[in-house]
């Protein structure tokens, strides 16, 4: 088995939301407790994304916005939460997802998991949202179009929210693909939306983009069943495209326990669609980095995020 590069900074615990905030200390505590159990990863040092990391997809404006925000209490809206440790956790975190990439990329370590917050796959150019506060996995990619000169990087997003800052950062570029399974957030035949309103099956890209984007929204109470048949639908999207590169904005708010996500998917299903990843990685020889983004109940946290690092651990054996 591979050794897996294990990314983790005490700046997720400095990141303080508040009492009653989904989003919470709580979820690192749980990853963090299930993994000192695990023997698979080897724990690696983290660098705080640099200003000129977060500009290739953030516009100097917004950073200047946040970064004045360093020691304060505040929100960017009425969920996204600033502490007088959140900037530095949203740098280390975006900082870790560059440094896992190139990690991989330079085949120093096969496969990575960066268990960091704040999430980032809301995050818009030049907004703040949804729990997050920079687009922690499109800084990864870009970094590894402009630094390791990439031509084809995708990423794939199965948390249940749609990343509309993930879509939208990359949706005239055909240099990246963006694959999201998710629940229906324009609210299908019931008509309700769900967060964050985007996702439709019908936007593709734009320009360049056209096609480059995919969108599999899923019925709100979706199980493994049909969270699998979207799965592997994803994995035909993401073989055809050839990437040099794969990043998964990893959320586990599917899950049938969580708060917010009104989905039925097991751990045992996100354990089996993680394995199906892997093994179609592996035997394509694509690079891969899994980054946490969602996930709300910490019984599925503790459950679910040592099965994908379990899964990274055996990459080498999948693709044989």
């Known amino acids: 088995m591979a050794e897996v590069a294990y990314y983790t900074h005490p700046s997720s615990h400095a990141h303080d939301t508040g009492p009653g905030h989904p989003e919470s200390i709580d979820r690192i505590r749980a990853i963090d407790a299930a993994m000192a159990q695990a023997d698979e990863a080897a724990a690696t040092e983290v660098e705080a994304a640099t ?14 916005r946040v970064l004045a925000l360093d020691g304060e209490q505040g929100q960017l809206d009425y969920e996204t939460v600033i502490s007088p440790g959140s900037v530095a956790a949203a740098r ?28 980032g796959h809301h995050a818009e150019r030049d907004r703040g ?13 870009a970094d ?13 997003d ?3 929210h749609h990343g509309n800052g993930t879509e939208r950062i990359f949706y005239r570029r055909d240099d990246v693909l963006y694959v999201s399974i998710h629940r229906d957030g324009t609210g299908g035949a019931s008509g309700i939306p769900f967060y964050p309103g985007t996702g439709g099956a019908g936007v593709r890209g734009a320009g360049a983009g056209m096609g480059y984007n995919v969108n599999l929204p899923l019925p709100a109470g979706a199980d493994d069943g049909e969270f699998a048949t979207a799965w592997r ?17 990893a959320g586990f708010d599917a899950h049938v326990l969580d708060p917010l996500g009104g989905m ?10 993680y394995r199906e990843l892997v093994a179609a990685m592996a035997s394509a020889a694509v690079p891969m980095m899994v980054a946490l983004e969602g996930g709300y109940s910490l019984q599925a946290l503790a459950e679910c995020v040592p099965s994908v690092v379990r899964a990274l651990s055996k990459f080498d054996d999948a693709g044989t």
Do not use: K, W
């Open 158 to 160: 199965p948390d249940v």
């Open 144 to 156: 590894a179009i402009e630094g390791s000169h990439l031509q084809r990087v995708a990423v794939f």
């Open 92 to 119: 280390y975190a975006a900082g870790a997802c560059v440094g896992a990439a190139r990690a991989v990329l330079s085949g120093s370590s096969r496969t990575a998991f960066c268990a960091m917050r704040p999430p």
């Open 233 to 249: 639908h994803a994995l035909d999207v993401l073989r055809d495209y050839r990437p040099q590169l794969l990043l998964v904005s």
């Open 51 to 64: 200003g000129d990391e977060l500009r290739r997809v953030h516009s100097a404006d917004y950073i200047d």
């Open 264 to 273: 039925r998917v097991t751990s045992a299903g996100f354990a089996a669609r």
């Open 129 to 141: 949202m949804g729990f997050c506060i920079f687009n922690n996995v499109a800084v990864a990619a």
